[in-house]
């Protein structure tokens, strides 16, 4: 391997590797626009020049290859002139909105401007007026004066999704991106250009406007779309006791945004995950226990359950259905705590919807489907419930709602007073739930700590965003609470973590997991990984 010395430090790094990449895996920062990690190196920015000894100019580091014996200089005078020169051309046509640019506050166009500019531009003339809120595709807007022309969206839609929509038109300062005639931005990963985008000219519609991002609480977490299991950070909106709006005095789901996982996603998501969060944050939700249709307190509602579950158990008329986007958690308490009662029949509900695609889609839009799967065994089906239920066999239906989307909840289509009986636990005022005789808000997806397992195998770790809603409890704590009120042995859990501690001694497959195991990343399950 190569050894050079950058900036007076030896160091040696694999041939091929960058000199802007041998910096960045050392945490020495070099400023850059168009260089991606996931993309093909352009070169076209120029911010990252730097200086290499016994070369008679500046190099640009994004594209130039170590060498052995190599002397990097990434902050001498040259170079200092060479960014502030390059940032003073870059800032020449752009437009002074910060104040009303939803890129504020994370954008490197202001962050470089700050750190390698010199706060002055010997440009007097008029600056170039381009087209301003485009409309390019059903989530991005673009705004052509922002631009500086670093063609991250132009390469990920070449490479990536290879849709080509977006290109370069004119030539010189006329130079501008748009999209092809006849084209629109609109393949199911269009949303990764606003990411991509190191300014404020390509913005996402639905976020568009809604609040500053410093306002976002960020919280690493997995997509609950689908069985992929993509690495996203959720934001949700933080109250300001010095805000008026009232729009910013709410805790709920802002954005998703892409999180890095090479092994899993990449630097992508798809855009019906991206916008996942929509479902959850716009369905009407069950804030309060409700027996017989009216309203009660939480404690009598787990009451009145427990005591209908367990006669149902008793004499073997228990069906449960239950969501594949629930944690791992919920699920193994339920049936434990079913297990408890006297038993009853178990199966998962059903979500492929379309087709894989060769990126990220998978068709199986059941994040835990495998965890599920690996908990209750492969045997569990939605379908063998239901057919139990038509033979009679099953007298009470214990529903438990899908957390993400209340259009995902298993339906009970015989109205009330005939067909089963129907105990619910989910977050939405579903149909499942106002046909219920019982029924008692649960946590969503991103009110919940628990585990996902990705259709690989890999058990990733989902963390709660924000409070519940109104009386919403943890799956797990509801079953437990169930299981006191019906006087069955004590569970002793009192948090996600300890209810995962006794998944992995229960069923071999999560054996070892837990959450600092899996943390940020993930963690292949030994027995799925055939160790």
């Not at 960045?24 to 000894?53: D, F, K, M, T």
């Not at 640009?60 to 940032?87: F, L, N, W």
């Not at 209908?308 to 158990?313: E, R």
């Amino acid at each position: 391997m190569p050894k050079l010395t950058i900036d007076g430090q030896a160091i040696e790094v694999p041939a091929g590797t960058t000199i802007l990449q041998a910096c960045l895996q050392r945490g020495r920062e070099i400023p850059h626009y168009c260089y991606h990690e996931g993309l093909s190196i352009a070169g076209n920015c120029r911010i990252c020049l730097i200086e290499v000894e016994k070369q008679p100019k500046l190099v640009i580091g994004c594209y130039t290859p170590v060498a052995e014996g190599m002397v990097v200089h990434t902050d001498s005078d040259k170079v200092k002139q060479a960014r502030a020169a390059v940032m003073e051309f870059l800032l020449i046509n752009h437009p002074l909105d910060c104040p009303i640019c939803d890129q504020a506050g994370e954008c490197r166009l202001q962050e470089y401007a700050v750190e390698y500019g010199d706060g002055t531009s010997r440009y007097t003339e008029p600056k170039l007026a381009l087209s301003k809120a485009i409309d390019i595709g059903p989530h991005v807007t673009l705004d052509q004066e922002r631009c500086i022309q670093c063609s991250r969206c132009i390469r990920f839609c070449d490479e990536i999704t290879k849709t080509g929509e977006l290109g370069f038109f004119q030539r010189g300062e006329r130079s501008q991106i748009g999209i092809f005639p006849g084209k629109r931005l609109d393949n199911p990963y269009s949303g990764n250009v606003v990411d991509l985008c190191p300014v404020g000219a390509l913005t996402l519609n639905e976020f568009r406007f809604k609040t500053r991002v410093w306002y976002l609480a960020n919280t690493a977490t997995i997509c609950a779309g689908c069985a992929r299991g993509c690495n996203v950070v959720v934001g949700v909106g933080k109250q300001q006791t010095l805000m008026t709006t009232r729009g910013q005095l709410d805790d709920r789901v802002k954005r998703i945004v892409p999180r890095v996982n090479e092994e899993v996603n990449g630097w992508w998501i798809c855009d019906e995950g991206r916008l996942s969060y929509e479902h959850e944050q716009k369905a009407p939700r069950l804030e309060a226990a409700r027996v017989a249709g009216k309203e009660t307190a939480y404690d009598d509602a787990v009451k009145a359950a427990a005591t209908k579950l367990a006669a149902a158990a008793k004499a073997g008329a228990l069906g449960v259905i239950v969501s594949p986007r629930l944690v791992s958690e919920d699920v193994f308490a339920w049936k434990s705590v079913v297990s408890a009662l006297g038993g009853g029949a178990f199966g998962v509900r059903s979500l492929l919807r379309g087709e894989d695609d060769t990126l990220l889609i998978r068709a199986d839009k059941g994040a835990n489907a495998q965890g599920a799967a690996w908990i209750l065994g492969a045997g569990a089906t939605e379908r063998a419930v239901r057919e139990a239920v038509a033979q009679g066999r099953v007298k009470t239906l214990l529903i438990l709602g899908d957390p993400l989307d209340a259009g995902d909840s298993a339906i009970v289509e015989a109205p009330a007073g005939s067909g089963p009986e129907v105990v619910y636990c989910g977050p939405f005022a579903s149909p499942s739930a106002a046909r219920a005789s019982v029924a008692v808000p649960c946590a969503s997806w991103s009110e919940a700590d628990g585990t996902y397992v990705n259709f690989e195998g890999r058990a990733q770790r989902v963390r709660r965003c924000h409070l519940p809603q109104g009386e919403a409890r943890p799956g797990w704590r509801v079953a437990a609470d169930l299981a006191e009120a019906a006087g069955a042995a004590a569970t002793g859990w009192s948090s996600a973590a300890e209810v995962l501690a006794a998944l992995g001694r229960a069923i071999k497959e999560f054996e070892g997991i837990s959450f600092e195991a899996m943390g940020l990343l993930g963690l292949k399950a030994p027995v799925a990984a055939g160790v």
